[in-house]
């Protein structure tokens, strides 16, 4: 496909200014990657949000033959409307997955695990957690129903993460001086991990701090099934969430090919899809006040988070940038 087919009038207006060579090879230098990258990433992601979609259907037909009964939705929600805003919300969940995918290396089992793992603890088990203090959702009223709600997203989670490692790899690796996790002695890995488990609930609180006073009336008037819980709740789950979310960003730590700042952007943005970003886009029955304070919020816990990590975990230096061979098992495919 030639760019000048595509924008044929454009084109021709460039050739008048700039001559006939000139913009020969101005396109074949520019055009071409540009149209190539968008096209390429047009199927790639709408894919990966069928493929999710097909998942959750699945775990909704095999789920209920194993005991487990689907929880009632919240009030206010509509089944179509849930339907419609997760699939068109899912493609969040592809851009997240590929974000990371593109930045770190290993086999595709590997990188499928890890991303796997990231989606579907981070989404599903952390809100399922987290749901249950500061809600009457039935999705978390009680062990059974906090089972059938974390496995049905398990299928969907494995399915779009595999289309997604399968179809996005690194295009390059930024090499960076300094000690890896992996070159780190046991005392400095243990003090790390320390500090990483306790920042999250400090982050998770400061920012919470500052939210609170512009959501508190949802809460304290228990509108949208929301709930206040108190602290001897909330810091255990806290904890826990973060030991969660240490455990499933340690294999992208350890797999990352690409700047500590390309890190934080990355993981961060991920994080926040993940953990609240996607749920405020789709629970379009809350109030826009509600969901826009949290959306901020989480979004500044997650990149604070992960610029946390990133300086804790990730090595110094000024990233020299080398194009991965296609040999390498990084190179894009």
């Keep these: ?40 990433v047009v199927w790639k992601l709408p894919l990966s949000s069928l493929v999710f979609m097909i998942g959750l259907i699945l775990s909704g ?11 009632d939705l919240p009030e206010g929600a509509d089944a179509q409307k849930v339907s419609l805003y997760f699939g068109a919300g899912s493609l969040l969940f592809g851009i997240a997955l590929a974000l990371l995918a593109g930045a770190i290396r290993g086999t595709f089992l590997t990188r499928w695990l890890s991303l796997s ?6 989404y599903a088990v952390n809100n399922v957690i987290e749901g249950a203090i500061f809600s009457t959702f039935s999705a ?6 906090m089972l059938y709600t974390g496995l049905s997203l398990l299928p969907p989670s494995l399915a779009q993460a595999a289309i997604i490692a399968a179809l996005f790899r690194p295009h390059r690796v930024d ?23 306790l920042a999250f609930p400090v982050i998770y609180y400061l920012f919470g701090l500052v939210v609170y006073p512009f959501v508190e009336d949802f809460y304290v008037l228990g509108q ?29 730590v350890m797999l990352w090919v690409r700047s500590r700042a ?64 296609s040999s390498d098992p990084v190179a894009v495919h």
């Design 224 to 252: 949208f099934d929301l709930v206040i819980p108190s602290l001897s709740e909330l810091l255990p789950v806290q904890f826990l969430r973060s030991a969660l979310f240490l455990v499933v960003s340690l294999p992208i």
């Design 1 to 40: 496909m030639k760019i000048d087919v595509l924008f044929p009038a454009a084109v021709s207006r460039f050739h008048d200014l700039i001559g006939q060579d000139g913009a020969n090879e101005l396109f074949s230098k520019m055009g071409m990657p540009i149209v190539k990258g968008i096209l390429q």
């Design 117 to 122: 793992a990231m989606m579907w603890v981070a």
């Design 262 to 325: 390309s890190f934080v952007l990355r993981l961060g943005f991920a994080l926040f899809i993940f953990v609240g970003g996607f749920s405020m886009l789709t629970s379009y029955w809350f109030a826009w006040e509600l969901r826009l304070y949290h959306a901020l919020e989480i979004l500044a816990d997650e990149l604070v988070y992960a610029l946390v990590l990133g300086l804790l975990f990730l090595p110094t230096g000024s990233p020299g940038d080398q194009t991965a061979k």
């Design 140 to 145: 978390t009223s009680s062990p059974g129903m």
């Design 175 to 197: 090499r960076v001086a300094g000690k890896t996790f992996a070159d780190m002695n046991w005392t400095q890995r243990l003090w790390r991990l320390a500090a990483a488990w």
């Design 61 to 71: 037909i095999v789920l209920p033959q194993l005991g487990l009964k689907a929880p």
